[in-house]
């Protein structure tokens, strides 16, 4: 989910100094430039920290890994519902971390792809507003909330899974309690970790919120349906999890967000 500022020295005349033409001072070009160039890549460290960690866990997976070692990383990370019909005292402690480290995984580039994009785009504005220690907090119980939705709908099945995209619709659902203000701007505002945060009700008064939710819901019910929105060759999409792990964000973000629901002076404008 700007025009460049011209620097000081253009339109320059040097002025006359009475030293030979070629001494003739000239300004220092270098600083203004250097001052207003932007880095390639704008996302925080710890964002990039987890693309790179998505990325070596689904090389290894893929590519370095033979089938049994895969099956065995997919059986410790991966998360099924059907862990949870049998006594936990009769297994091993994967019930226990797979409802998080499952969102680690990704079954293809696509799924990879897609959901990194995603990330970038909605995980950026998200962290610099809350900080790490509540990003990764963030992660964990949004990835548990999607899982369990999954296997509330879906009780004693045997499906694996396994993506980001339920901890990405959490994220999206956040996103919108606050980056998209009424005026405009979006997710493309220099600061829109920085606006007030929208009531759970009032966030729906606003259009772009409102459309983009409808959108993002449409979306998923086709899926629900059986007609995957990317790609046909997938496999199986768990539409649950992301109506899971997008009702945990935009409902429950007030619980990480440290700060005020008030205006905040960023929304008014700045010269």
Known sequence: MDDKPKTPWENHQPTDTGLPAQAEPRPELSAPAASTRQPAINLPGPLIATLALLIGLFVLESYVLNDELRSYMLFEL???????????????????WTPVTYSLLHGSVEHLAFNGLWLAAFGAPVFRRIGLSRYLVFWVLSAAASAFFHAFLNWGAETVLIGASGVISALMGAACRFAFPAGGGGLAHAHAHLLPRQGIVSAMRNRTVLIFTLLWFLGNVLIAFGMPLVGGDAGPIAWDAHIGGFLFGYLLFGFFDPMPNRTNPVSRGTA
């Open 78 to 96: 991966a998360f099924t519902p059907l862990r949870y019909v049998y006594p936990l005292s009769q297994q091993g402690l994967e019930w226990a």
